[in-house]
């Protein structure tokens, strides 16, 4: 099992500048909540959580969003976020993923992340959350390997 926590190397809160469409987002957890705002059609939030780094002030933007796009955001969240970890991990930092095990997401939030604090997780609480961010990265992972094995690239 490996535990990756939001702000790690592998969490989305790590600040490590990727491009989707000629934008440049500078973490994963940006360019969820800026697809949100897109969602919304909230051009003023996409701006404001593009302009900012800190976590604490794009999840306050964020919060601007109304929430009557929240059925139709249940539904894109998940291919959001796969888009944003593909483009991540397309280039030179592929080898952060190449590592044995199942992806945790070790955040108390119940759609994203196991649901239980690290040091919950240290204690051996079981998980409550779907940790659907951890199971993107094992996807994210997959596909890397299968495109190395199609090309003839040992796998580290």
């Given amino acids: 099992m490996i535990c990756v926590k939001p702000s790690s190397t592998l969490g989305m809160e790590d600040d490590f500048p990727f491009m989707i469409n000629n ?14 705002a897109v969602l919304a059609e909230d051009q003023h939030t996409f701006a404001a959580i593009r302009r900012t780094t800190s976590v604490t002030r794009m999840r306050e933007l964020a919060k601007r ?13 998940y291919s959001s976020c796969l888009e944003a970890v593909r483009s ?10 190449m590592v044995d095990g199942e992806f945790v997401y070790i955040d108390t939030d119940l759609y994203w992340g196991c649901g239980i604090s690290a040091a919950a997780a240290k204690i051996g609480i079981p998980f409550r ?12 992972r997959s596909e890397i390997q299968d495109r190395r094995k199609v090309c003839g690239v040992q796998t580290e």
């Fill in 23 to 36: 934008v440049c987002y500078e973490s994963v957890l940006q360019r969820i909540l800026c697809q949100r």
């Fill in 65 to 77: 969003t109304p929430l009557d796009t929240e059925l139709q955001w249940e539904q894109l969240a």
């Fill in 88 to 97: 991540k991990y397309s280039g030179a930092c592929q080898h952060e993923l």
């Fill in 129 to 140: 959350g779907k940790n659907m961010y951890g199971q993107i990265l094992s996807r994210v």
